[in-house]
C-alpha cells in the first residue's frame, strides 16, 4: 500500500494530542496518522505512550488537547461500547480475556454490540434464543477456526496456553469486522514460528481492513509495516517506511539501551 508523508486523508489520526496523567505529560503534541488499507506501525522505548495513543484512540482517555479523527470526522467523546460499530476494534496489552467466559463467548463478545441480548446475559443463564445471537455463535465459531483453534471453543481461558489465549484475543477484535484494528503488542510471548503466522494473517487482512501495530519485536514490524511512527517520552520523533525509520539516527539513539526485541 502506497503512503506519502505528509498524509492528506488518513482512516485515523490524532492531532496535535497531548495529555497529562498524574502530573506527568504523557503525550505532547502528538499528531499520527494511519493511511487507509496500510498496515502502519507505532514503535518507541517503553514507556513512550503508545498504550496511552491506543486508549485515546480507542475512547478510554480524553486528550487535555488536540483530536482524534477517524473517516474525516472528529471523534468528540467516544463511548468505548461505540467504538465496534463505528469500525474500530482494538486488542489490549497482555490478554484481555474474561476469566469467566470460554474462548467462544470471548469471541462472540467482540461481535456483541451488533445483537440485542447481551452475552453475559448468555453466561447468566438467562433464556435467549434468539437467532441473531445463533448466528453471532456460529461467526465466532468460524473466526476460531480460522485461527485453528475451533477445538478450544469450550475451554476457559485460564486453562490455554498463553500463545492460544492471544489468538483468542485477536479473533475477538476481527469478528465484529472491523474497518480498522488496534493491536496492542500481539506478538508479545509468542513462537518465532508463530509470530511467522500472525504476520502473514495480519498482512492478509490489508487492504479491506487497516491496521495500527504496537510491537516491540522489530523483525515483525519491519516486515509488515507500510509506514511507521516513532514515539520518544511522549513525542514523535521519526516516521516513514521501515527503510527510513531503521536507519534514523534519532531512532536508533531513543533504542539506545533498550532491548528492542523481547
Ligand atoms: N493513568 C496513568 N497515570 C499516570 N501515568 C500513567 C498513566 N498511564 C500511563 N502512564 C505513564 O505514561 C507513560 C506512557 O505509558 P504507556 O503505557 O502509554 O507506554 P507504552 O509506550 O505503551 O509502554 P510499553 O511499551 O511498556 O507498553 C509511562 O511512563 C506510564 O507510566
Ligand atoms: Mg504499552
Not at 139 to 162: H, N, S
Not at 166 to 186: N, T
Request: hydrophobic share 40%.
Amino acid at each position: 500500500m502506497k503512503y506519502v508523508l505528509p498524509l492528506t486523508h488518513p482512516l485515523l489520526s490524532t492531532e496535535n494530542v497531548s495529555i497529562t496523567l498524574s502530573g506527568l505529560k504523557i503525550l505532547d503534541d502528538v499528531s499520527i496518522g494511519v493511511p487507509q488499507g496500510t498496515v502502519t506501525g507505532l514503535i518507541g522505548p517503553n514507556g513512550a505512550g503508545k498504550t496511552t495513543v491506543f486508549n485515546i484512540m480507542s475512547g478510554f482517555l480524553t486528550p487535555d488537547e488536540g483530536n482524534v479523527r477517524f473517516d474525516g470526522k472528529k471523534l468528540k467523546h467516544i463511548k468505548t461500547h461505540h467504538l465496534t460499530k463505528m469500525g474500530i476494534s482494538r486488542t489490549l496489552q497482555g490478554v484481555g480475556l474474561f476469566e469467566s467466559l470460554t474462548a467462544l463467548e470471548n469471541v462472540m463478545l467482540g461481535g456483541s454490540a451488533r445483537v440485542k441480548s447481551g452475552i453475559v446475559a448468555d453466561s447468566l443463564g438467562m433464556p435467549w434464543a434468539d437467532s441473531e445471537q445463533n448466528k453471532l455463535r456460529s461467526q465466532a465459531m468460524e473466526t476460531l477456526a480460522e485461527f485453528g483453534i475451533a477445538d478450544i471453543a469450550d475451554r476457559y481461558p485460564g486453562e490455554l496456553p498463553y500463545p492460544v489465549q492471544k489468538r483468542v484475543a485477536i479473533a475477538r477484535s476481527l469478528i465484529s469486522d472491523p474497518k480498522v484494528l488496534l493491536l496492542d503488542e500481539p506478538a508479545g510471548g509468542i513462537s518465532a514460528s508463530d509470530m511467522a503466522e500472525l504476520g502473514r494473517m495480519i498482512k492478509s487482512w490489508t487492504p479491506k481492513r487497516t491496521v495500527l501495530l504496537v510491537e516491540h519485536h522489530m523483525e515483525l514490524v519491519m516486515e509488515v509495516c507500510d509506514l511507521i511512527w516513532v514515539l520518544d517520552a511522549g513525542k514523535v520523533i521519526a516516521s516513514g517506511s521501515p527503510e527510513e525509520v531503521r536507519t534514523n539516527p534519532a531512532v536508533l539513539a531513543a533504542y539506545l539501551g533498550e532491548e528492542v526485541s523481547h
